[in-house]
T-cell receptor
Framework: NAGVTQTPKFRVLKTGQSMTLLCAQDMNHEYMYWYRQDPGMGLRLIHY???????AKGEVPDGYNVSRLKKQNFLLGLESAAPSQTSVYFC??????????????FGPGTRLTVL | KQEVTQIPAALSVPEGENLVLNCSFT??????LQWFRQDPGKGLTSLLLIQSSQREQTSGRLNASLDKSSGRSTLYIAASQPGDSATYLCAVRDDKIIFGKGTRLHILP
């Protein structure tokens, strides 16, 4: 089991460029999440998905789009990158449902700098 | 809107001491509360998960408690070691998962 993996690990973009971050999990988890982590702000939820083909907005969705075409993958897109999107991005997944027993697993993060 | 607060933001204690980290949340309608550890430049590692029906969970030197009615959780670390130095985050799950901003812990050798 690789767990949750993220691609790429580091990226530098210029303002206005676009890119896609890939999150993959091999645990057959239904729920997947994208967070950003900024100094002094903690982790903030960008978008999430409760299953293949579904997506929903989190706390800070503006400037981002997501897709969940396959259960194991959750893509985060930046159409026109801005310096305010410089951050560390974490993907996470958990099994499913309303049970309180399932643990959330995190990827190693992607460090994105927008110049 | 659920809000999660962690106090203190930073803490330094001598090696060997016992310590308590605090987490509070505003809406008690949660499925569970989870404590994570994050080392600098790394991802998050789950330490303990407490279901809403539980009062506490233990793992080695760590003990986490949950008082849903008062909206509070504590993470107790016994006999602290320099390797415990890290940022500790708590997160509550209702329909989403909301994090606190973390407590940065430094254990002094």
């Amino acid at each position: 089991n690789a767990g949750v993996t993220q691609t790429p690990k580091f990226r530098v973009l210029k303002t206005g460029q676009s890119m896609t971050l890939l999150c993959a999990q091999d645990m057959n988890h239904e729920y997947m999440y994208w967070y950003r982590q900024d100094p002094g702000m903690g982790l903030r939820l960008i978008h999430y998905s409760v299953g293949e083909g579904t997506t929903a907005k989190g706390e800070v969705p503006d400037g981002y789009n997501v897709s969940r075409l396959k259960k194991q993958n959750f893509l985060l897109g930046l159409e026109s990158a801005a310096p305010s999107q410089t951050s560390v991005y974490f993907c996470a997944s958990r099994l499913s449902g309303t049970s309180g027993t399932d643990t959330q697993y995190f990827g190693p993060g992607t460090r994105l700098t927008v110049l | 809107k659920q809000e999660v607060t962690q106090i203190p933001a930073a803490l330094s204690v001598p090696e060997g001491e016992n310590l308590v980290l605090n987490c509070s949340f505003t809406d008690s309608a949660i499925y569970n509360l989870q404590w994570f550890r994050q080392d600098p430049g790394k991802g998050l590692t789950s330490l303990l998960l407490i279901q809403s029906s539980q009062r506490e969970q233990t793992s080695g030197r760590l003990n986490a408690s949950l008082d849903k009615s008062s909206g509070r959780s504590t993470l107790y670390i016994a006999a602290s070691q320099p390797g415990d130095s890290a940022t500790y985050l708590c997160a509550v799950r209702d329909d989403k998962i909301i994090f606190g901003k973390g407590t940065r812990l430094h254990i002094l050798p």
